[in-house]
């Protein structure tokens, strides 16, 4: 579980984000927009896409294709981007399952207008690698309640919530296709109804990070090393939101660390760890150029 140190860091962190936010509110609609090509890319990577996040920002930004590719690798590009900023322009939307099923068709439009918009019914199992989907006969339901806990009033911690949420939802896989997708895209549309940046889940370490996570929940129902996962990947998230609005320059971190005297390897780690305010653009570690804390 998240200890007390990381949520005091998180509670700090969102306080002075949000701070900056309500003050710079036209910055943080900018900021947003353009997070969005990296956010696609990844989550798409995860599931396979063969685009780069250059051939990603020339689709979602310039409507170019640069080489032939498969053209539901396109559409699932543009689509991912078009369920993003639609969650951005509706900062109070709250989740709920007519919510869903409506982001779902906007992610599955001329992908897969046979299974658009609607959960898994009938015959339509689906196997995740080890692991069986719920019965086709129970997802509305199971869903339904989901959505309900959720939105349950209770005192645990918001990042346990999503981690469950999240688990959960996937456990289930109540689509017939686009469920990873759909889950990233909800975990963000939870932490904006918080007043809270989306996360990245990166595709680089989808095998050591992520996925582990999805068995060890199935075999214990365990969900709190997603928790973990995206209390780091939220402090990232403010503290580069935190840098862009309050700092004069972003600088790589390897300047930084040559700045400061302090090596290439340890400086990665203190940014993995989140123990200095660093964080990722366009997969490379940056960092405010006037952070002078811990070395």
């Known amino acids: 579980m998240i200890n007390k140190i990381t949520k005091d860091k998180i509670d700090q ?6 701070t900056l936010a309500e003050a710079k509110k036209e910055a943080i609609c900018e900021i947003a927009i353009t997070e969005i090509p990296e956010m696609v890319y990844n989550s798409n990577a995860i599931e396979n896409s063969t685009l780069t996040l250059e051939e990603t920002e020339d689709i979602i930004i310039r ?69 069986l989907g719920a019965n086709p006969e129970f997802v509305s339901g199971l869903m339904s309640e989901l959505v309900n806990q959720y939105h349950k009033e209770d005192n645990e911690y918001f990042l346990d919530k999503i981690a469950y949420f999240h688990a959960e939802f996937e456990t289930i896989h109540p689509f017939g296709d686009g469920n990873g997708r759909m889950g990233r895209v909800l975990i963000n549309l939870q932490l904006q109804m918080l007043g809270l940046p989306p996360i990245i889940i ?75 305010p660093a964080f990722r653009q366009r997969g490379r570690w940056m960092i405010a150029v006037d952070y002078i804390g811990e070395k």
């Open 13 to 18: 962190l969102a306080t002075r984000y949000r």
């Open 63 to 131: 409507d170019v294709i640069r080489r032939d590719h498969d053209v539901r690798e396109v559409y699932e590009a543009k689509n991912l981007a078009k369920i993003t900023e639609y969650i951005l322009d509706r900062p109070d939307e709250k989740l709920s399952i007519d919510l869903v099923l409506s982001l779902h068709k906007m992610l599955l439009t001329d992908i897969r207008d046979d299974i658009t918009g609607r959960f898994r019914s009938g015959k339509e199992w689906v196997k995740i690698g080890a692991h």
């Open 202 to 276: 990166r595709s680089k370490t989808k095998f050591t990070d992520y996925y582990p996570l999805f068995d060890r929940y199935v075999t214990t129902t365990k969900s709190d090393g997603f928790s973990e996962l995206f209390a780091v990947l939220l402090t990232e998230a403010l503290h580069r939101r935190i840098a862009l609005l309050s700092s004069p320059k972003i600088i790589p971190l390897t300047e930084w660390a040559k700045r400061n005297g302090v090596t290439g390897n340890v400086a990665a780690n203190k940014a993995l760890r989140q123990t200095i």
